[in-house]
């Protein structure tokens, strides 16, 4: 060969072959069908069940109210200064539609403006407490050995502590506010997601793909986050639900114990108020009844919405 003759080219990586793109590209495109068919038929079956759709326009209802509050009813109306003529106790009426209170606020701008604490206070105190609870219920599970049985011990301790008591000392401890509540209830109320948590966790982990994971190579993260966490989340997202009502109940109890923030609007506030005029025994009934039955739409519209998705999750629930 001529010393004149350049040097042939050192060939490339080979192209990848059309026809393995082309079956990539029809495996992506058969995922994404294979998810909107289940989320069609979860939708089918959560549209079949009647009481979990009136829940949801329930709480729709709420959410819409709780944000459209500013716009339906001012703050001024709240403003006991702008009252001064309003009437005391007065009944439900074409005027009153829900009846006053004792300083002749409306009850149903009251209502509105409880919404916005009540239900923040339950949702984001009840993703606090799923947040907890799944790493907790994780770790147990996957876990073992000392480590996996200290977790254990921590979590049985927080189930037997009674939920309530642990919240009213924490609520007096710490500076009363609607930060202050959500601490006290996310803190107090994880355990038993941990413990549904946990055993679901024990159930994935006897299965093949997990062992499969696990002679490859893959390390506790990996299997953590990659296989356990994406099994169990559904099984969180129906609890979590569930859990939203108690959340609400346990704000309506701290604010009606007097430990909530006395300056921001909630259920459990006008309930308070309420106890403290004694609304129940000097005939003001609309006083108690009007927050009493705002609560229980609410925590009734959620637990019919949970036991709806976790019948979806658990088929072996529908066909009971």
């Known amino acids: 060969m001529s010393a004149n003759t350049p040097a042939e080219a050192a060939p490339g990586p080979p192209d990848r072959d059309p026809r393995e793109r082309g079956a990539a590209i029809d495996g992506a495109k058969l995922v994404r069908e294979r998810r909107l068919n289940n989320a069609k038929k979860n939708w089918a079956l959560f549209r079949s069940d009647v009481p979990a759709l009136l829940g ?126 959500v601490i006290a209830i996310g803190l107090t109320s994880w355990a038993s997601t941990a413990r549904i948590v946990r055993s679901q966790t024990l159930s994935v982990e006897s299965r093949l793909y997990i062992e499969r994971a696990r002679i490859l190579g893959a390390g506790h993260r990996h299997i953590l986050f990659r296989h356990l966490l994406p099994a169990v989340m559904p099984l969180v997202l129906a609890n979590t639900t569930l859990t939203v009502g108690g959340a609400i109940i346990a704000e309506s109890t701290l604010s009606f114990l007097g430990l909530g923030d006395t300056s921001k609007e909630s259920w459990g506030t006008i309930l308070k108020n309420s106890m403290d005029v004694s609304a129940a025994t000097s005939g003001y009934w609309w006083y108690v009844l009007t927050p009493g039955i705002a609560i229980l739409l609410v925590v009734l519209a959620f637990t019919m919405v949970g036991r709806a998705l976790e019948a979806i999750i658990n088929p072996a629930l529908r066909s009971r």
């Open 56 to 181: 949801a326009l329930v709480l729709l209802f709420f959410v819409v109210i709780a944000l459209a509050a500013p716009l339906i009813a001012p703050a001024a109306m709240l403003d006991v200064t702008k009252q001064l003529d309003a009437p005391r106790y007065a009944p439900p009426s074409l005027e009153h539609p829900l009846g006053t209170d004792g300083l002749g606020r409306e009850l149903w701008v009251r209502i509105l403006w409880g919404a916005r604490v009540s239900i923040l206070v339950g949702v984001a105190a009840t993703v606090m407490s799923m947040v907890i609870g799944t790493i907790m219920g994780l770790a147990a599970g996957h876990f073992s050995g000392l480590f996996g049985g200290l977790i254990m011990r921590v979590i049985d301790f927080f189930i037997v502590l009674p939920s309530l008591l642990l919240a009213i000392v924490l609520s007096s401890v710490l500076e009363r506010g609607v930060f202050t509540i």
